[in-house]
């Protein structure tokens, strides 16, 4: 089992970037895809999901309007495009398989996932102000 992250870098407040994951030794359809990012010094932290069968897509409400997340289940590659990119927004990046994910809480908005089997080493990306 594989999945290897790529397109993270450098760029300033307010740009762009585009991440991939490409999974590998197991079926892409089973699972929900996750980006997750943590930066030096804090916790893990859930940015965004989907579940490349019924493409239902989630995301943190610290990205939300900024980041998309995407998947090309032939290719088995799930894509986070990131844009109006902060300096909070820098972390090492990683994409996971997980079981469970979606909006939960009162309000139906919180960001959950669960259930994480496989996972990344991570691309880095650094946002400067």
């Known amino acids: 089992v594989q999945l290897v992250e790529s397109g993270g870098g450098s760029v300033q407040t307010g740009g762009s970037l585009r991440l991939s994951c490409a999974a590998s030794?197991?079926?892409?359809?089973?699972?929900?895809i996750l980006w997750f990012r943590q930066a030096p010094g804090k916790e893990r932290e859930g940015v965004s999901c989907i579940s490349p069968g019924e493409a239902h897509t989630y995301y943190a409400d610290s990205v939300k309007g900024r980041f998309a997340i995407s998947s090309d289940n032939a290719e088995n590659r799930a894509y986070l495009q990131m844009h109006s990119l902060k300096p909070e927004d820098t972390a090492v990046y990683y994409c996971a398989a997980v079981t469970v994910c979606g909006y939960s809480g009162a309000s139906g908005d919180e960001f959950y996932y669960n259930g994480m089997d496989y996972w990344g080493k991570g691309t880095l990306v650094t946002v400067s102000s």
């Open positions: 030794g197991f079926s892409f359809d089973d699972y929900n």
